[in-house]
């Protein structure tokens, strides 16, 4: 998987291809899934109306960041608890926020049970709020598409600081990374066309 769908298609950073090697994919998906789909480059339901995103999707929003080892970083959409424990192998702290408390129940039993993470701080919560308490945070990655970037991510967000969303229609999305210059100044990059589901 990491070699065909990550690296092949642009992901260079060795810490990244790194931390997609400690963490196996087919611990956060049903059993029903075979190992063929545990580890292809396509998103998997994972109840809820949700989804586990493709690995390369993954990647390329956590590269597209820059994120390093000192960096505090927000998650919004906890889902499985995938993307979680990738950027637990990357950055200092991460603050992952879950609208569904059953996929904030289940991620949190999936990871303690396999992981020894001591750097990941979840909560049940309305991902468009944030987690005001624990900011500003050097990063912030969305999971889910907004048709707007929502203003307390904005604040939450250090100057110098990122964040990637997906932005757009259930017809037509952009990846968007933004970057904040200033306590109102922003940055805005398109980094590709995506497909994710709605913000909640």
Known sequence: MVKN???KRGITERNIINAFLHVPRHLFIAE???????????????????????????ALMIQSLEINKKDTVLEIGTGSGYQTAILAELCDKVFTV?????????????????????????????????????????KIIVSACADYIPEPL????????????PKGTELYQKLLLV????????NTKEITGCNFVKLV
């Open 98 to 138: 879950e609208y569904i408390p059953e996929l904030n129940e289940r991620a949190r039993k999936v990871l303690n049970k396999n992981f020894n993470y001591t750097n990941i701080f979840m909560k049940v919560g309305d991902g468009k709020e944030g987690w005001r308490e624990y900011s500003p945070f050097d």
């Open 32 to 58: 029903a899934f075979s190992e063929k789909d545990a580890y292809g480059d396509y998103p998997l339901g994972i109840g809820y109306n949700q989804t586990i995103s493709q690995p390369y999707i993954v």
């Open 179 to 186: 970057e904040k210059k200033g306590e109102n100044s922003y």
């Open 154 to 165: 904005l604040k939450q967000l250090k100057v110098g600081g990122k964040m990637i969303i």
């Open 5 to 7: 769908q990550i690296v």
